[in-house]
């Protein structure tokens, strides 16, 4: 702890406010002198913020990415070789077509006019018509590109926040029964833990993931009252998210279950339970009062560390088509359009956009996770 | 008995050697008590087993859809899907085969323990007349269902054919397909898991013996960008570099090497190296913030203290003396890692089109393949529980003091 006396100190020069150094005002100082986590901490309230806001910002490029209702058109492949069908943000510019440096259309009120030429889309004639730009280059469908992608934020990170709290919940309640209540109750509870353990995340999540986008497919031909019918309509309207935080869900809190026992474990027999005990304290209190706020801090170390694997997870099961419901913007599935479209050789664009978005992200939870770390969990401070 | 009588002094001889080494054997893992702490693991294993065998089969059957009629493929008339359905046994009942399913296995009787007869032709040609014999055969109608017929073959490694409509028609087994698909997986596992220690291992140790200078920064923000650069991302991008704009390996396999296996040549090496770096960097990246950790940690023990007071080198106390105990942490993640390495490669598979075990399953299950799905679950499955032992083993190997009584 001799860090953390370190600290106090200076805690009491900045902020005279202070009035005692509680644990949760010893982490925060012990955060903030991580710079890099600091700086992925403002950088996933960015992220947040922009995911939350999306609608405002695609404004100006005018999709509505989760529809794409008014940006589908076709485009013509007049003297155009298959590569180029969908032209690079940058070849407009070289081509000069005037003061658009960029793939340009423009808009009417309702419907969209897009006339072509090689490689770009002629500015409009008429001043009064909106102007559009895809900054970062569109897609097969004509969907800007820079839409979706923040329009993706959304997907991954609810799938990151949704999945780790989920984890958290239940693997916490789990662990600390199965722990605080040991014997019998101990004993069934971890063989099921451990038959879960055998049984591998991925094929399971793929499996539940083509059950159910199979069920959505199936429902939107017929109709269907009642809870099932509810749920199968919420989970269109999130676009397949609903049944990918189940699928994600199922296996992801049975490491959370068994951290939260060996913690309770661990902290069972300590001399304040004991103290507590002897007192006359109920089992809730011991567990809510005493035992929670002494494990909470490295479980929720654990678990934002996992924020990135969930992420990931979705990004893949995009990426081969069983994440989101196709037609929602989500950075897996976008990154899969570079093999799709031939990627590889041309409009590299579609491949940079949403991987910098994703490991921009992964990177910040990542020193999130570190930061969190040294600062809740001291035994493992600068590991 | 004249010829065992002469070979007798010999096979005695041959019997002592293979007690010895069994002995042998039995020291090497841990003695007696290891033994038995592994035979306990494996019985435990078979519950767990049948368990997720069971949720697998409902899974897969639960799909919409079946194998001979799955989206993408010829509408087939819907006699012919009959008939296939009972070649395959699948127009059985699916968990248990009650009198209300109505599937009567034998004619219109139902019994839950009853004899079938069975009329075999025999004979014919040089082994005489034809005639016919029939046998009566134990039956049990309760479990005549699709689930228990599997677990039954399964018991006997039949895993049976493959359902999928490329695959059915020459009537591949499952365990044909996946012994021909595991090693090109296992190529690119151990090839990844290899490359992870080669690169992990020296870069958390210079991380640890550098510790808080420029070295170990730059150890770590690599580590870091290892874990955050995602497969699905790393694997296009090393495409575009190094297959695409330099040319120097083939984007994607041309020579079916990866079905020949692996042969020391530069075109194999060419093969492996993009899957290999996409999925070694990320496990390097976890080795590496592993063996930082654990170093770090060791280098603070009394015994290295000890070390240096007597006047060890640096370079002594950190090698000889410190690296030692630092590596059990490092070592015990082989057993999960090898494991992890088989989903890993799936993704990798996948982006790098490569003809291994994910590919297999992808395609099964879009296929509705019940039989391959089985396959390659219970298989991945098999290969987490044995991970999950391993790393027990590997627990006491490396530190004595713990014991499994």
Redesign the interface.
Known sequence: MAVAEGAEPISLEEESIHKSANPWADAWHMFRRNKASVISLITIIVIVFVAITATFWTKAGLIDARTGAKARHTINPVNQTAQDAYPDPGICARDGQGQNPYWCGWLDDESLAVVQDRYCFRAAPDVNQKQWCYVLGGDSQGKDWLSQTIYGAQVSLSVGFVGATMALLVGLVYGVISGYYGGRVDNIMMRIV??M????????V???Q??FT??AR?YQDSERGGFVGFVLDLNQDMGGLLFLFFALGVLSWIGMARLARGQVLSYREKEFVEAARAVGAKDRRIIFVHLLPNIMGPLIVAETQQI?GYI?TE??LS??GLGVQPGTPSW?AM??E?RTRG???SN?HI?LVP?LA??IT??SF??LG?GLRDALDPR?R?? | MAVSETTNPNSQNVFMIIRKTLSRAVDMIGGTSMLIFLFRRILAAIPVLLAITLVTFVLSHLLPGGPFNAVGQRRMPEYLIQQLEEKFGLNKPLLVNTWNDGYFPDGDDWRIIGYRTEVHTEGGGARGDIHQVENEVLRIDLLDSQFFNYVWDALHLDFGPSLNVALRDQNVQVSEEISKRLPVSIQVGVFAVLLGFVIGIPLGVLAAVYHNTLIDYGAMFFAVMGQSVPNIVLGPILIIIFAVELGWVPVIDQQNQWREGPELSLYYLKILALPVLALGTGMSAGIARLTRASLLQVLHEDYVRTARAKGLRERVVIYVHALKNAMIPVATIVGPLLAAVLTGTFVVELIFTIPGLGKVFVDSVAARDYTMIMGVSLLYSIFLIAGNILVDIMYTWLDPRIRFD
Do not use: C, Q
Not at chain 1, 197 to 204: K, T
């Open positions: 451990d038959f353990y055998g049984i591998p995340y991925l094929v399971l793929i499996l539940l083509v059950f199979e069920i199936e990135p990931f990004a893949f990426f081969i897996g990154i899969s570079v990627g590889f050789f590299r491949l991987s994703l490991v992964t990177l990542n020193f570190d493992l600068g590991t």
